[in-house]
């Protein structure tokens, strides 16, 4: 980078001069484009559209029933609010709001933006809410109880910060943050997360896994059965916004995962890591293509590293592509483009491998997996077609059964 650059000072991306300029070139923009004719018709078309009181309350699977946050003309900061699934399968559902944010946001003095929550599964009573100041990165964590509806008196508090966090157990986190000076990448995000048990200062926090100062973040995965037990921790350190390294955390130490550096880990279902490619992998006499997707079985993950065999999954044809994945309680759900035209398969491990079949849903649509239920095999799926408008249909995964519901 040469020396006599004038936008050097911009690499400070936390800097005076730094956050000086991007507000200046914010009011710069903003004044140019409320000054076109076109920007208050606009505005106001756009604001009737996304307070529209007909719209689709997409939901969540939230503990044995339904959750969604809810923003309009009145809740201009939202509610977060849950129903049963019959009561939400009914023309008017009865929503109970859980979390009013702008009720929040007046009685504190802060302007608070949801920026969702962290659930400890299955029972998902317990919850991380992170709430940011503003809506910028860094956000502050606190720990709400869903059935009585308020946050815990003396429970979980993480300060603002960029940060990242996982449930190991009901009185156990594990927290990537800054931890102190030298612990946050050039990027600005942590390389060090560590186990933080109730009622411990976060000075006291035990070290799980550190990455570099190179690197863009580290980040932990929990995996846990339908019934909620853990049976491994994977942490994954992002190299660069590209390429990965996943590490299998052992009572020996991190044991690092033998994946391409282009991957991700989509889903943990039936005991098997199910991981997407996004470059060619070969390995063992097997070329896996790009877009593929296969598994590792944890236990043998956890007995050998170096003598697991990866399960293929899927593999796309000539004009394929997958849109998403989702796995429910014992099924993994895949939402692939073939020839433009969206369909949804259903696959189940069974002696060794994977065996697939469609979802019948419509043709000619677009497909997109909305909710997935880790306590039973559910899901909610949008579909939307050149003369169908976005239909949200409620899936029995294990029957192949789906029916539209919104």
């Given amino acids: 980078m040469p020396e006599n650059d004038p936008y050097l000072f911009l690499e400070d991306v936390d800097g005076e001069a730094a956050l000086a300029w991007v507000e200046g070139q914010n009011a710069r923009s903003l004044g140019e484009v409320e000054a076109d004719p076109r920007y208050a018709g606009l505005q106001a078309a756009a604001l009737e559209i996304i307070t529209a009181e007909d719209r689709i309350a997409y939901p969540a ?51 608070w933006v949801y920026q969702g929550r962290a659930s400890l599964e299955p029972e998902d009573r317990l919850a991380l809410i992170r709430l940011s100041d503003g809506g910028k990165d860094a956000a502050v964590l606190r720990e709400f109880d869903l059935e009585a509806e308020k946050f815990v008196e003396g429970g979980f508090f993480l300060p603002e910060g960029k940060q990242s966090v996982s449930w190991l157990d009901a009185d156990t986190l594990i927290v990537a943050r800054e931890w102190g000076p030298g612990t946050m990448t050039a990027s600005g995000y942590p390389f060090v997360f560590k186990r933080l048990r109730r009622g411990m200062p ?112 899927y593999a796309p044809g000539p004009r394929e592509t997958v849109e998403g994945v989702a796995s429910t309680r014992s099924h993994l759900l895949l939402a692939i483009y073939r020839n433009v035209r969206g369909r949804v398969e259903v696959y189940r491990y069974e002696d060794g491998e994977w065996m697939s079949a469609p979802l019948p849903l419509v043709d000619n649509a677009s497909i997109q997996i909305v909710a997935t239920s880790e306590r039973g095999d559910e899901a909610f799926l949008d579909v939307a077609g050149y003369t169908l408008p976005n239909t949200l249909y409620y899936a029995d995964v294990a029957a192949r059964r789906a029916e539209p519901v919104k």
């Avoid at 009013?100 to 946001?105: E, K, M, S």
């Fill in 61 to 111: 699977f939230v503990g044995g029933a339904l959750g969604n946050f809810w923003q309009d003309r009145e809740h201009v900061r939202g509610i977060w609010r849950r129903t049963s699934l019959a009561s939400y399968r009914s023309p008017e559902p009865d929503w109970r709001t859980v979390l009013d944010i702008d009720g929040l946001a007046a009685r504190e003095g802060k302007n």
């Fill in 202 to 313: 976060l000075e006291a926090a035990e070290e799980m896994f550190r990455g570099t100062e190179q690197d863009v973040s580290v980040r932990a995965s929990v995996l846990r059965d339908p019934g909620g037990t853990v049976r491994g921790i994977v942490a994954e350190r992002a190299v660069d916004f590209f390429t990965s390294e996943r590490f299998l955390l052992t009572d020996a130490g991190p044991v690092k995962l033998p994946l391409p550096g282009q991957s991700s880990l989509v889903a943990y279902v039936s005991g098997q890591l199910v991981f997407g490619l996004r470059e060619k992998w070969e390995r063992g006499g097997t070329t896996y293509p790009i877009g593929a997707l296969v598994s590792l079985d944890l236990a043998e993950c956890h007995a050998d590293i170096d003598a697991v065999t990866p399960v293929p999954t």
